[in-house]
Each structure stands twice: as structure tokens, then as C-alpha cells.
């Protein structure tokens, strides 16, 4: 029999509520495979960037999701990701649209004018654990991807950890405290946490 795996959610909290979430997922086995850092400057390598780019698309696949501040460290990313109202009203488009991600191709958005990444392939009203597990497919395919082709670090058996951690952001002042520590977690590397080897 398994063991069973501690839930880090909150219980019974409606994770589609309107709000901010600090967000911060771990590289399994603390692996650095984004980039480094070299006297508290960060130096992303070209899957930092893929990581980056990903994060900027939840708001083109999920609507009410709006992407605030974060960073790409060697092992570890922190963002500040907002729920907000769905404009579901305002939806021209007769199809439901409230799975159109179910069975959609796991690659990034097309250059062309293809429709399917536009209003068949968003996912309305959707939690923060629909966004980031998204998040962690859309990375993980495309860093696979960079380790077949492009010659990037190989991986343990997945890139990320199984879960994320997250906490609700109830106020200005907490906003404020923790988009301070994103914007600075390279320059405190040596000290951060995530930086040790238990994550």
C-alpha cells in the first residue's frame, strides 16, 4: 500500500476565488537545471527562459488568471499569480468553451493565425491548481523537448515536484513583502531555503 502524501491546500478553500497566490514550485532533487547564479546575479540559462515564457502564456490559456511578479531561480520558481472575475458573459462563442483544454495538444502556441490556442483552447473559471499543473506540463514537454534536441541537462525522472506550495496574499502590505522577496531572491541565494538540500 502507498503512503498517503500530505495535502498542502487548504481544506475546503475554493481555490477559484478572486485573489492573490504566492506560488513556489521545486526542481525534484533541488537539480539546477534553469541557470545560475554568480554574486547575487542571476544568469538563466535557455530553460530559464522556457520557464519564463511559459508562465506569461497562463494568461493567454486561462483568462481569469493575471501573472504578477516573478523569478526563475537555479532550482526552484516563485511567482504572485491573481485570480480574477471570468468575463464568461462576454463570450461571443456559442461552444462550451469551460474544458476547451481537454485533449488540446501539449506544445506551445502556434505562430500562425491557428485558432487553437485562441477561444476553443482557453480554460474559463479555472483554480490555481489548474494553472499550474498546466504550468508544469507545458515546461516539462518543452524541456524534455530541450533535452532531446538541444543537448539541456537531463532530469531524474520528472523536472518538478509532485506538489507546489501556495499562500493567499490578504493585503497590501503582504503584496508588497513578498514581490520585495521575489525581486530579490537572487541577491539572497546563499541564505534561501531553497538553496539548502531539503526542499
Known sequence: MLPSRKNIRL???????????????CCQDRSHLFGKIENGVLFLNDAG?????WYLELE???????????VVMPNHFHCIIE????????????????????????????????????????KRN?????????????TTNEYIRGVKKLGWKR?????????????IIRNEQAYEKI??????NPKKWDADKFHSKDC
Open 11 to 25: 481544506k475546503n478553500y475554493d481555490y477559484r476565488t478572486a485573489g492573490l497566490y504566492f506560488i513556489t514550485i
Open 49 to 53: 527562459r522556457m520557464v519564463e515564457k
Open 60 to 70: 493567454q490559456k486561462f483568462p481569469n488568471k493575471k501573472c504578477h511578479e516573478m
Open 83 to 122: 485570480n480574477i472575475t471570468d468575463d464568461i458573459d462576454n463570450v461571443t462563442d456559442t461552444h462550451d468553451v469551460s474544458d476547451a483544454h481537454v485533449g488540446a495538444p501539449l506544445r506551445g502556441r502556434p505562430h500562425d493565425n491557428n485558432e487553437k490556442y485562441g477561444i476553443h483552447n482557453v
Open 126 to 138: 479555472a483554480t490555481i491548481g489548474d494553472a499550474m499543473d498546466w504550468f508544469k506540463t507545458m
Open 155 to 167: 532530469f531524474n525522472g520528472k523536472i518538478w515536484q509532485r506538489n507546489y506550495y501556495d499562500h
Open 179 to 184: 514581490s520585495e522577496y521575489i525581486l530579490n
